[in-house]
């Protein structure tokens, strides 16, 4: 009977692994991505009501880098800056795709200085499709 129990426990630890790799590579897993789909299932008015609901930690700024100047999370939309994360409430989500957040990291290395906060970039283009200088070869939303 132990010979038995120890290969059925191998079999389920194995069977669990396989579950989880395969559901964090489900489409919609991604967790710095709004897409249309959740827009739309929660009826949401504004993109800053979306980001709101579904990733209120986008909207906050990580630590200060300075106490004079501190940056802040700026906001583009289709590849034009915006400003500040206030003004994801004058976007409708009727024309937007997608709504993708870029931590301080890769902001700065995909706009530049200034972007230590990160990004919250508001697409109104199909899903998989950056305008144009957007994507800077990686072919990723």
């Known amino acids: 009977m132990r010979i038995l129990v120890v290969p059925l426990a191998v079999l389920a630890l194995s069977a669990g692994a396989c579950l989880t790799s395969r559901s964090a590579s489900t489409p919609g897993s991604d967790r710095n991505l709004i897409t249309r789909e959740q827009i739309a299932d929660s009826r949401f008015q504004t993109a800053y009501e979306a980001v709101e609901a579904l990733h209120s930690n986008w909207l906050l700024t990580r630590g200060t880098d300075s106490f004079s100047n501190p940056s802040e999370v700026k906001v583009y939309l289709d590849n034009t800056m915006l400003g500040g994360t206030t003004t994801l409430r004058d976007i409708t989500t009727r024309t937007v795709s997608w709504i993708r957040f870029y931590d301080g990291v890769t902001a700065q290395g995909r ?27 990686t072919g990723t939303p």
């Open 111 to 137: 706009w530049g200085i200034g972007h230590s906060a990160g990004v919250i970039f508001v697409s109104t283009h199909t899903a998989g499709i950056d305008p144009p200088g957007a994507n800077r070869g």
